[in-house]
């Protein structure tokens, strides 16, 4: 059973979202083949709670209330669980620890990790924050966000070695970002933890926002030498858990 009222509500949004200037209320009705004066009081309601606004011409257009509502959509999709089959299934590929982290307010945050059975110790675990400027996650966030929010953060980090391999010139960082986001992956080589190489590839939205990163950590030795296997697969899986977040190459 369904409510005729929330029906046309429903119609009336699904025409308006593809229509950019907006339509009359003449041209809505007459779209949706209702009478007029019921249609007239749903765009009055839907105005008055911000679903809709009305242009100088008396068009109506979609409002501002539904960009909340659609941010909050995007949050409810959680990232992480979505992301599971997809990261256990490049860890069996790459026999390596595979990671998973997101920015919260500027700092690097680890939500998953699938361990290898031969993967080596790393201090890296489930919560944690790290470095975004020696991690191989954080440096894939800091190529491929936004030029003024990388910029907003990178101001505000104290680049200190943390390994003797460690960049802490900005100068060489952003040499080194500019060549990953043409690459499509970032690189960690020993600068968090020696020993360690890590690869990492960025996770887009449906807006083709940066919403997580990927990443395969393993023995510089082992990951080095099969680089090219790994980055393949790697880039390959953070497409796929993008397009399962709603991203559209190309679009």
Do not use: W
């Amino acid at each position: 059973m369904t409510v005729k009222s929330a029906e046309r509500v429903i119609d009336i949004l699904d025409l308006l979202k593809d229509v950019r200037e907006g339509m009359t209320l003449k041209e809505i009705a007459d779209s949706l083949s209702l009478p007029q004066s019921s249609t007239f009081h749903l765009l009055n309601t839907m105005e008055s709670k911000g679903f809709l606004i009305v242009t100088e011409r008396r068009s109506y257009k979609l409002g501002p209330k539904l960009i909340q509502i659609g941010t909050k959509a995007i949050e409810t999709l959680d990232i992480n669980s979505e992301a599971q089959p997809y990261l256990r299934r490049l860890m069996e590929k790459v026999e390596e620890t595979v990671f998973m982290a997101v920015l919260i307010e500027q700092e690097l945050v680890y939500v998953a990790k699938v361990d290898n059975p031969r993967s080596v110790l790393t201090s890296a675990q489930i919560g944690m924050r790290k470095p975004i400027y020696c991690t191989g996650l954080g440096k894939a966030f800091l190529a491929f966000l936004p030029e003024s929010m990388k910029d907003r953060i990178l101001a505000n980090v104290d680049m200190h070695a943390v390994t003797e391999k460690t960049i802490t010139s900005r100068l060489s960082l952003n040499n080194q970002l500019s060549l990953f986001r043409q690459q499509g992956y970032a690189v960690d080589d020993e600068e968090n933890e020696s020993g360690l190489y890590c690869l990492a590839s960025p996770v887009f939205n449906a807006s083709g926002e940066m919403v997580a990163a990927i990443s395969v950590s393993g023995p510089k030795n082992r990951v080095y030498s099969r680089q090219a296997e790994i980055v393949e697969e790697l880039t390959k899986t953070a497409l796929q858990i993008s397009e399962r977040a709603g991203f559209t190459k190309g679009g």
